[in-house]
T-cell receptor, first 112, second 114 residues
Framework: GNSVTQMEGPVTLSEEAFLTINCTYTATGYPSLFWYVQYPGEGLQLLLKATKADDKGSNKGFEATYRKETTSFHLEKGSVQVSDSAVYFCALHLQGAQKLVFGQGTRLTINP | DAGITQSPRHKVTETGTPVTLRCHQTENHRYMYWYRQDPGHGLRLIHYSYGVKDTDKGEVSDGYSVSRSKTEDFLLTLESATSSQTSVYFC?????????????FGPGTRLTVL
């Protein structure tokens, strides 16, 4: 079946540290891939996306590259800030299905 | 921000009572979704709609029903609430096709069933 696996949290880093949150997927066909972010008390917001292999999505200093050979879409940021503290969700969308499959989420805490 | 509102934002109810949550959009998007979010489970799809009066079940649909009589409104009903339905409920919308496959989420409704 189709599934998304994220690295287990919680993840705690110091400000200005380098961030990687791993995401791998299993899918039939060629999915689009997304990262969503959820700040405390809010709904999910789209952070970035990639629709085909080797695409790189980027936004707010975050990046993720669609790697078909390793079925991965790892989220990275070179220097995190306290305001990046949130829960991050990786998700895939299959053509024609019109549904997203979410990973379980990774809680990130950045300490000053 | 996508125009999605949810009502109520918070509700406390008792076991066995019916509850209806409302999602309203101003984007004229075709697809609408209801999810629940629980610790350790991420987001799980309850029901979704692909047009007016067209709905289908998600992975955790037992105990829930939905209705969509207008493009802009998608209602989630718990016919007889149970404590296991205590959760945060999110509505999402998507244009689909050329409009894109990403979903846009509402602010959520926190439901407590005593």
């Amino acid at each position: 079946g189709n599934s998304v696996t994220q690295m287990e949290g919680p993840v705690t880093l110091s400000e200005e540290a380098f961030l990687t949150i791993n995401c791998t997927y299993t899918a039939t066909g060629y999915p689009s891939l997304f990262w969503y972010v959820q700040y405390p008390g809010e709904g999910l917001q789209l952070l970035l996306k990639a629709t085909k292999a080797d695409d790189k999505g980027s936004n707010k200093g975050f990046e993720a590259t669609y790697r078909k050979e390793t079925t991965s879409f790892h989220l990275e940021k070179g220097s995190v800030q306290v305001s990046d503290s949130a829960v991050y969700f990786c998700a895939l969308h299959l053509q024609g299905a019109q549904k997203l499959v979410f990973g379980q989420g990774t809680r990130l805490t950045i300490n000053p | 921000d996508a125009g999605i509102t949810q009502s109520p934002r918070h509700k406390v109810t008792e076991t066995g009572t019916p509850v209806t949550l409302r999602c309203h959009q101003t984007e004229n998007h075709r697809y609408m979704y209801w999810y629940r979010q629980d610790p350790g489970h991420g987001l799980r799809l309850i029901h979704y709609s692909y047009g007016v009066k067209d709905t289908d079940k998600g992975e955790v649909s037992d105990g829930y029903s939905v209705s969509r009589s207008k493009t802009e409104d998608f209602l989630l009903t718990l016919e007889s609430a149970t404590s296991s339905q205590t959760s945060v409920y999110f509505c999402a919308i998507s244009g689909g096709g050329l409009a894109g496959n990403e979903q846009f989420f509402g602010p959520g409704t926190r439901l407590t069933v005593l």
